[in-house]
């Protein structure tokens, strides 16, 4: 108090309790409510993420137990009558498939566009480019699906069939005449819905790498490549991976364009290029309408190792980051 | 190793603004010359000419020219990337790169150059480190992140690594204002040691510190905000600091400025 007074040579302001200026009330309405708010919030969250699981996890259990089948192996999906017998062997194996070739896809794309947005581009063309990159993210899942329903499929049986011609040998990318309703293409076109995401978040990053780190790069001779493999790169490496599991989220729980897309069928193709096999979202989107209440407990079984899946990916990609944190540019 | 400078009638531009106007000067090679003056005054800005930084930021650009030795560094097949593996250069704020390890800074410089064998690597890295009195405080952690050292130990970092390229210049952006005293000595008595080899040019706010290392003193000035900074006076740094021929130098020097 005399501190304050003396420096602004003001009379401290009349005060109408018997109070010291330092002491009084530990802490301010203001202070509780906005405690009570956010402790409030957290604990609401922790309810919400409590009541899913448990409510995903009592339905689950009584679909497996009413497996007659083997639930991880089964190639079927049978959840209905008194001999229900399904798996997720199909459903697992396309939507994985299907989201690596989506990542494998996008991934270096976003990155290069990233890279020319934030390095390369004059600032009179970075801004538009962002700018339609962003609105790429707005396009309704249904409209990718119908597009590439419509366009992408017919497009792409002149391509799978130069690639059977030169790949075939391989078997995985062996394809007979059709259309090209398969889990390859479903990877294009979830590719392309990623793309957005992954590539603004990492523009985000790769316009944060602070300048000294370039300077430093600069300095030493190093040309633009150079300096984008030694400074921005590096610095940017968790943030791209943060973005590519933003992406693998959402190729993983797509569902409206791959069900549009997809020529769903409960078998595991060694041909990515022809049609067939399905993801848990596609299949749980067609499925869901008509089940009766068992059936919907074999889908929400379903749903639920989708999340445990969705769990693991990003567990690995924060081990991935932790693994070199002493070398990441936010130490430094 | 250690060449000539001769800068004549240049000037810097930020967009529209000029920044500095119109200096010449001689910078002796195997010598230490400060750049001294007030904030603002464009001596960093005309020492990021020197090895075509300047031009990094956007807008920037040069006119006049910056002979080393015989060859124009603004001549018209000048490749600047090859310049500033000539022309190297320590900053104010230590910048090591914080993903690499201590051995994997000083050889990046290196590695940018060409391939080198792994044991030539590991000579010039050893050699370098022990040139930035550094080897002692390291050489048992060369693997570990370099942006685990002291800010004095960085800033010696960063000089090894500029230094492991074998430039002709070294230039140093107020390379201590970042560190407490005990680090400022380190380096500069590494600047003594390094100018047998190089030549230095190196920018400071520090008076005390141009009359320690240098042998040559450059003042620059600017007749106020905004207009373009200029060379004052450039003489040998006993003259500067006890007996200048301009007056400006004079007051700056003593404190009576303004």
Same mark, same amino acid.
């Given at each position: 108090?005399?501190?304050?007074?003396?420096?602004?040579?003001?009379?401290?302001?009349?005060?109408?309790?018997?109070?010291?200026?330092?002491?009084?009330?530990?802490?301010?309405?203001?202070?509780?409510?906005?405690?009570?708010?956010?402790?409030?919030?957290?604990?609401?969250?922790?309810?919400?993420?409590?009541?899913?699981?448990?409510?995903?996890?009592?339905?689950?259990?009584?679909?497996?137990?009413?497996? !007659?089948?083997?639930?991880?192996?089964?190639?079927?999906?049978?959840?209905?009558?008194?001999?229900?017998?399904?798996?997720?062997?199909?459903?697992?194996?396309?939507?994985?498939?299907?989201?690596?070739?989506?990542?494998?896809?996008?991934?270096?794309?976003?990155?290069?566009?990233?890279?020319?947005?934030?390095?390369?581009?004059?600032?009179?063309?970075?801004?538009?480019?962002?700018?339609?990159?962003?609105?790429?993210?707005?396009?309704?899942?249904?409209?990718?699906?119908?597009?590439?329903?419509?366009?992408?499929?017919?497009?792409?049986?002149?391509?799978?069939?130069?690639?059977?011609?030169?790949?075939?040998?391989?078997?995985?990318?062996?394809?007979?005449?059709?259309?090209?309703?398969?889990?390859?293409?479903?990877?294009?076109?979830?590719?392309?819905?990623?793309?957005?995401?992954?590539?603004?978040?990492?523009?985000?990053?790769?316009?944060?790498?602070? !300048?000294?780190?370039?300077?430093?790069?600069?300095?030493?001779?190093?040309?633009?490549?150079?300096?984008?493999?030694?400074?921005?790169?590096?610095?940017?490496?968790?943030?791209?991976?943060?973005?590519?599991?933003?992406?693998?989220?959402?190729?993983?729980?797509?569902?409206?364009?791959?069900?549009?897309?997809?020529?769903?069928?409960?078998?595991?193709?060694?041909?990515?290029?022809?049609?067939?096999?399905?993801?848990?979202?596609?299949?749980?989107?067609? !499925?869901?309408?008509?089940?009766?209440?068992?059936?919907?407990?074999?889908?929400?079984?379903?749903?639920?190792?989708?999340?445990?899946?969705?769990?693991?990916?990003?567990?690995?990609?924060?081990?991935?980051?932790?693994?070199? !944190?002493?070398?990441?540019?936010?130490?430094? | 190793?250690?060449?000539?400078?001769?800068?004549?009638?240049?000037?810097?531009?930020?967009?529209?603004?000029?920044?500095?106007?119109?200096?010449?000067?001689?910078?002796?090679?195997?010598?230490?010359?400060?750049?001294?003056?007030?904030?603002?005054?464009?001596?960093?800005?005309?020492?990021?000419?020197?090895?075509?930084?300047?031009?990094?930021?956007?807008?920037?650009?040069?006119?006049?020219?910056?002979?080393?030795?015989?060859?124009?560094?603004?001549?018209?097949?000048?490749?600047?990337?090859?310049?500033?593996?000539?022309?190297?250069?320590v900053?104010?704020?230590?910048?090591?790169?914080?993903?690499?390890?201590?051995?994997?800074?000083v050889?990046?410089?290196?590695?940018?150059?060409?391939?080198?064998?792994?044991?030539?690597?590991?000579?010039?890295?050893?050699k370098s480190l022990k040139g930035a009195n550094l080897w002692?405080?390291v050489?048992?952690?060369?693997?570990?992140?370099?942006?685990?050292?002291?800010?004095?130990q960085?800033q010696r970092l960063c000089i090894a690594r500029a230094i492991a390229?074998?430039?002709?210049?070294?230039?140093?952006?107020?390379?201590?204002?970042?560190?407490?005293?005990?680090?400022?000595?380190a380096i500069?008595?590494l600047?003594?040691e390094l100018?047998?080899?190089?030549?230095?040019?190196?920018?400071?706010?520090?008076?005390?510190?141009?009359?320690?290392?240098?042998?040559?003193?450059?003042?620059?000035?600017?007749?106020?905000?905004?207009?373009?900074?200029?060379?004052?006076?450039?003489?040998?740094?006993?003259?500067?600091?006890?007996?200048?021929?301009?007056?400006?130098?004079?007051?700056?020097?003593?404190?009576?400025?303004?």
């Open positions: 108090m005399n501190t304050a007074s003396s420096i602004t040579d003001t009379p401290p302001p009349p005060r109408n309790d018997e109070h010291s200026a330092v002491s009084g009330k530990a802490v301010r309405p203001g202070d509780r409510i906005f405690l009570g708010l956010s402790r409030g919030s957290g604990i609401a969250l922790l309810v919400i993420m409590a009541a899913i699981a448990v409510f995903l996890t009592y339905r689950s259990v009584l679909a497996i137990s009413g497996d !007659k089948a083997n639930f991880l192996t089964t190639l079927d999906w049978n959840a209905t009558g008194l001999d229900p017998k399904f798996g997720i062997a199909v459903l697992a194996f396309g939507t994985v498939v299907s989201s690596v070739i989506a990542m494998v896809i996008a991934v270096p794309v976003a990155v290069g566009i990233a890279l020319f947005i934030s390095h390369y581009a004059p600032r009179k063309l970075s801004s538009p480019l962002g700018y339609i990159i962003d609105l790429l993210a707005a396009v309704p899942s249904i409209i990718y699906g119908l597009w590439g329903a419509l366009f992408l499929v017919p497009h792409l049986s002149g391509f799978y069939s130069w690639l059977n011609d030169y790949l075939g040998w391989t078997g995985i990318f062996s394809y007979s005449q059709g259309a090209a309703r398969s889990l390859f293409t479903v990877g294009i076109l979830l590719a392309i819905m990623i793309l957005p995401i992954v590539t603004s978040v990492s523009r985000e990053v790769f316009l944060q790498v602070p !300048k000294m780190h370039e300077e430093a790069a600069l300095a030493l001779g190093a040309t633009r490549w150079e300096v984008i493999w030694m400074s921005v790169l590096p610095f940017g490496r968790s943030g791209v991976i943060s973005a590519s599991m933003l992406g693998l989220g959402r190729a993983l729980g797509e569902t409206m364009a791959v069900a549009t897309v997809l020529s769903p069928s409960f078998l595991i193709n060694t041909s990515l290029l022809d049609p067939g096999g399905g993801t848990f979202a596609q299949n749980i989107a067609s !499925k869901f309408s008509e089940a009766d209440e068992f059936g919907q407990d074999a889908l929400i079984a379903s749903g639920l190792v989708l999340f445990v899946i969705t769990l693991l990916v990003n567990g690995a990609a924060r081990l991935i980051i932790a693994r070199r !944190k002493e070398y990441s540019g936010a130490a430094a | 190793m250690a060449k000539r400078i001769d800068v004549s009638g240049l000037s810097a531009y930020y967009g529209s603004h000029k920044a500095i106007d119109d200096i010449s000067m001689t910078v002796e090679p195997r010598s230490v010359t400060a750049f001294i003056g007030p904030s603002g005054c464009g001596k960093s800005t005309f020492l990021r000419t020197l090895n075509r930084m300047h031009e990094v930021t956007p807008g920037g650009r040069v006119e006049g020219k910056v002979m080393l030795d015989d060859e124009n560094l603004y001549g018209s097949g000048v490749d600047p990337v090859a310049v500033r593996r000539t022309v190297g250069m900053f104010q704020r230590p910048n090591p790169f914080p993903t690499m390890s201590i051995f994997d800074n050889a990046a410089g290196l590695r940018l150059n060409g391939s080198f064998k792994k044991s030539e690597l590991k000579d010039v890295v050893e002692n405080e050489k048992d952690r060369l693997n570990k992140p370099g942006s685990g050292l002291s800010g004095g960085q390229v074998e430039p002709q210049v070294l230039l140093m952006d107020e390379p201590c204002s970042a560190l407490d005293p005990i680090s400022t000595l500069e008595d600047i003594g100018k047998e080899r190089f030549t230095i040019v190196i920018v400071t706010h520090n008076m005390q510190q141009a009359a320690r290392v240098s042998d040559r003193t450059a003042f620059f000035n600017l007749a106020a905000v905004g207009q373009p900074g200029k060379l004052i006076e450039i003489d040998e740094t006993e003259r500067i600091f006890s007996n200048p021929s301009v007056q400006a130098t004079e007051d700056y020097i003593s404190g009576r400025f303004g």
